[in-house]
């Protein structure tokens, strides 16, 4: 079993390896695709996104968790104080830092409540951006396509969302 995990982790990061070689080829097909019919592209998009992340697991991977950073709100600091029996002040000041926009965002990566088998401390209460993530079932391509762009070179799931895209969508 531990073999296949392995096997499946070296998949992934050999996806993620692709992704960030064809980084500059996505970069001018995303802003091309941006031109296409909004309704084509979601359409697809969200048939895509099922179709991959029944094929990808999650759980094997995690790399959202380990090397990028949700931007977290008052409700998302609310609830996962609340799940610490913290005051969100004192959760604030020990896990949180604002960012360069700004923005809360956690003061070291990976994500703090990401545990040793890739499962998270705080998953039913996870933050808003943990949620949406990696934005390809969103109802908007143009609204999400610079994240979406970005996170080919986080997620395996969103790089091979594309490339079905880009088989679909020929530009």
């Known amino acids: 079993m531990d073999q296949d995990i392995d096997k499946t982790c070296r998949a992934y990061k050999d996806i993620l390896n692709k992704a960030s070689q064809k980084y500059r080829e996505n970069k001018v097909y995303f802003k091309k695709l ?21 094929e990808i697991d999650c759980l094997k991977c995690s790399n959202c968790c380990r ?25 604030t000041e020990s896990y949180l830092k604002i960012d360069e926009e700004g ?7 990976p994500c703090p409540f990401i545990q040793e088998d890739n499962l998270c401390l705080f998953y039913s209460d996870r933050p808003g951006a943990c949620r949406d993530f990696p934005h390809t079932n969103s109802i908007s391509f143009k609204k999400y396509t610079r994240q979406m762009l ?14 079905k895209m880009k088989l679909e969508i020929p530009l």
Do not use: W
């Open 103 to 109: 923005d809360y965002v956690f003061q070291t990566m």
């Open 67 to 91: 090397s990028t950073g949700p931007l977290l709100r008052e409700r998302d600091i609310t609830r996962l104080s609340r799940g610490l029996k913290m005051k969100p002040g004192s959760f």
């Open 34 to 54: 941006k031109k296409v019919k909004q309704g084509k592209v979601d359409t697809l998009l969200r048939r895509f996104h099922v179709e991959v992340f029944d």
């Open 150 to 163: 970005e996170n080919t070179k986080i997620c395996p799931a969103v790089f091979l969302i594309f490339e």
